[in-house]
Nanobody
Framework: QVQLVESGGGLVQAGGSLRLSCAASGSIFVINGMAWYRQRLGKERELVAS???????KYGAFVKGRFTISRDNIKNAMYLQMNNLAPEDAAVYYC????????????WGQGTQVTVSR
């Protein structure tokens, strides 16, 4: 069984920065794509950023160059550096990883709250 543990959320002032981390643990075979999603209050979950096994990245249109996703394949970890945060970035952020061990499994973290004050 593989589990994802997130950390790094919290309260920050508008214009500030946060770095989210997500680490996989357990019986890991291969992790392919990784991604960060977020769910704002009253909204549907949306893709923030994704990174493929080969390092190809994709971002939601709202990111506008403010966030950077990265991964460490040795540590089975993923990061999201968020700069110039705005109140509308407040949400629960979830990490997602595609685990493969003969069958593909979509793994989700427990979510970490990001709050941005004006």
């Amino acid at each position: 069984q593989v589990q994802l543990v997130e950390s790094g959320g919290g309260l920050v002032q508008a214009g500030g920065s946060l770095r989210l981390s997500c680490a996989a643990s357990g019986s890991i075979f291969v992790i392919n794509g990784m991604a960060w999603y977020r769910q704002r209050l009253g909204k549907e979950r949306e893709l923030v950023a994704s990174i493929s096994g080969g390092g190809y990245t994709k971002y939601g249109a709202f990111v506008k160059g403010r966030f950077t996703i990265s991964r460490d394949n040795i540590k089975n970890a993923m990061y999201l550096q968020m700069n110039n945060l705005a109140p509308e970035d407040a949400a629960v952020y979830y990490c997602n990883m595609e685990h493969w061990n003969g069958i593909g499994t979509d793994l989700w973290g427990q979510g970490t709250q990001v709050t941005v004050s004006r």
